[in-house]
């Protein structure tokens, strides 16, 4: 079963497909984009936050749709965003998001920023999800097991404070399970445990359980360093 099944995705079926939590976002976001242009999908990458410009030609970076439309007949998968001072793309503008999203064209959106840090606990803005998403994945990386808290979870104090941790506390499959659930669990997300190759599989079980528990339907579990090697385009 490939990593699209184990997500529960047709992505020719989709339009809007939002990602949030930490620890894999940006990955996750190429290889749906990848799995796009290997199917003939039109889709664009964009962001209601920042992300770092994509460095493969298959991302090319445009400004208005005509250049998206020369990018799709090229097979590629254009990057929608605003240029900033500091190199990285924030969100186009809404008219462009209407437009592509009128286009037909398949939205994957990095909705959510996480310091690069493997875990994340949202404040109330956070993610940033338009009206017409039809799917959110939540990513947390699985390299947080055993490590402080405050080490490894962006807004690690909102965490404590909300959910009575500890900075100093190892993150456990419960601790994880608590923080995806109290921070991502209203949107009925599907989650992704990323970076299985650094976790026991009994721990990363435990927190999938956990996680069916508390109402999550759909879980996976992945090394995206690993599926991304596997894409081969």
């Known amino acids: 079963m490939d ?5 529960w995705l047709e992505l020719e079926k989709e339009r809007m497909i939002c990602l949030a ?3 894999g976002k940006t990955s996750l976001l190429h290889y749906l984009g990848r799995q796009c242009a290997i199917r003939g999908i039109p889709a664009a990458l964009l962001t209601t936050t920042h992300i770092q410009p994509p460095q493969e030609a298959l991302f090319p970076l445009v400004e208005e749709v005509p250049e ?9 998968v254009p990057v929608v965003g605003s240029r900033r001072a500091d190199g990285r793309l924030g969100p186009p503008a809404p008219q462009l998001i209407q437009a592509l999203h009128g286009q037909g064209a398949l939205l994957l959106i990095e909705a959510d920023g996480s310091r690069q840090l493997p875990i994340k606990f949202p404040n109330a803005t956070e993610p940033v999800l338009p009206p017409q998403t039809t799917r959110v994945i939540v990513v947390a990386g699985l390299s947080a097991l055993g490590r402080p808290l405050q080490e490894v979870c962006h807004r690690w104090e909102l965490a404590c404070r909300e959910l009575g941790l500890s900075p100093a506390q190892p993150v ?12 991502y669990g209203r949107y009925r997300p599907t989650i992704l445990l990323n970076q299985t190759d650094t976790a026991r599989p009994e721990d990363w079980e435990t927190l999938m359980g956990r996680l069916h528990q508390g109402g999550i339907r759909m879980v996976a579990a992945a090394s995206l360093r690993q599926e991304a090697k596997e894409c081969l385009f």
């Open 3 to 7: 990593l699209l099944q184990r997500l």
């Open 21 to 23: 939590g930490s620890g």
């Open 172 to 183: 456990t499959p419960q601790v994880m399970a608590a923080l995806l659930l109290a921070g």
């Open 68 to 76: 998206a439309a020369r990018a799709w007949a090229a097979g590629r």
